[in-house]
């Protein structure tokens, strides 16, 4: 089975036919998506721009990062569970979409760039937790993920107009 036959039999499960057949499925989930968007990517973003030094430079790093964890994890659970169900309800039309490549990729980097600084650079918080500009790693991996969440916006936005 190719990888085009297993995204049109994704189609016609019931998750998909859900979403494609019924009158509202398809405006519930793409909301419940957004909503999650803009929890998760918006809180992200505050504390990117906490690494980048730009803004709450009074409040410890930790104290950001503690305060808007579960809002960016409750909002990254809403938005991948529901762009699973929209792409489960769309892919072929996803797997012939550049933008779509575009952003898996992009969210693979955001990811990677996650996963490294928690790793890496936030093992040495403690040491400029308080700092108003924290050190070049931590900038550096703010100014990553921003980059990363925009193009990711910006494709899915993108596929919306070139699917269909």
Known sequence: M???QICEWLETTRIGEFVT???YGFAIVVAIHLLGLGLSVGTVIWFDLRLLGKVLTAAPVSEVYRRLAP???TGFVMMFG???VIFIAYASAAYNNPYFRV???MIALAGVN????????????AGWD???HPPAAARAAGAISIASWIVVVLAGRMMSYTMF
């Open 2 to 4: 190719t990888l085009l």
């Open 21 to 23: 057949q019924s009158p």
């Open 71 to 73: 809002v960016m994890v």
């Open 82 to 84: 529901s762009g699973v």
């Open 103 to 105: 952003k898996l990729l």
């Open 114 to 125: 996650a996963v490294l600084f928690h790793t890496y650079t936030q093992k040495h918080l």
């Open 130 to 132: 308080t700092w108003s």
